[in-house]
């Protein structure tokens, strides 16, 4: 079986599944979203997909969709600031909306995007394409961890780092966050936004190396949703 007949059934039964227990707690998430904030209950948010090769060229562009959440922020959450990403402890998310986030369920609706194709269950998250273009020029190869792979609701970034994409004390990946964030010791670099990014693209490009092969891929895939609950049940993920 190929990688990506099993990952496409995987995403599929996953979906059906999720849209299911969804629907059991839809009402008490809809209610408490619009008793807390005025405002829709989704938010539509475009977000770039996988990186392809231009038909004919030798260009490469990202595909993009819209990625459904349950809303979080208040509706003028980026009315001065633009497209910025969200930090933790933001001011413009809402009571509900940090407890959604917290525990992830803001982004059970994307078990749609999933089930009609434009995401996977796993894979490397979705950027928005204004900040992704920021991004890419900041962090060489930032680009790459979307290389003919879907964006997905969790990943090996997630289920490994923090919610600012730290890596956690005393982990692995901790020894070596100096080396990984600002190797060349640059003391006004300290604390970019960049840095974490940097950490969470090694490990999206770790995850998109284990497409290569099925048993990489499967043990990989099966790691991280394993993993997933038990992150969205201590809310230290994202």
Not at 20 to 45: K, T
Not at 120 to 149: K, T
Request: positive net charge; charged residues 25%; aromatic residues 8%.
């Amino acid at each position: 079986m190929s990688v990506r007949v099993a990952k496409r059934g995987i995403d599929l039964l996953a979906a059906f599944v999720g849209l299911v227990a969804l629907g059991l707690i839809f009402p008490f998430l809809a209610l408490a979203i619009c008793l807390d904030s005025p405002g829709p209950l989704f938010y539509r948010q475009r977000r770039a997909a996988t990186l392809r090769a231009s038909q004919g060229t030798s260009r490469h562009a990202f595909e993009t969709f819209e990625m459904l959440k349950f809303r979080t922020m208040r509706l003028d959450a980026e009315a001065r600031t633009g497209a910025v990403l969200a930090e933790e402890n933001d001011p413009r998310i809402t009571r509900v909306g940090r407890f959604l986030r917290k525990t992830r369920l803001d982004e059970l609706p994307q078990l749609w995007n999933v089930f009609v194709g434009e995401m996977s269950l796993v894979g490397p998250r979705p950027e928005r394409p204004e900040l992704l273009e920021n991004l890419a020029l900041a962090i060489p190869f930032f680009e790459e961890r979307m290389r003919d792979c879907k964006p997905g609701i969790t990943g090996l970034a997630q289920v490994s780092l923090t919610y600012s994409g730290r890596a956690p004390e005393g982990g692995f990946l901790a020894a070596h966050e100096d080396s990984l964030t600002n190797p060349f010791g640059f003391e006004l670099a300290r604390g970019a936004l960049a840095d974490d990014m940097r950490t969470k693209l090694l490990l999206d490009l770790a995850y998109v190396a284990a497409l290569e092969r099925f048993d990489t891929y499967l043990r990989t895939e099966l790691s991280v949703i394993v993993k997933t609950p038990w992150v969205m049940l201590r809310g230290v993920g994202r």
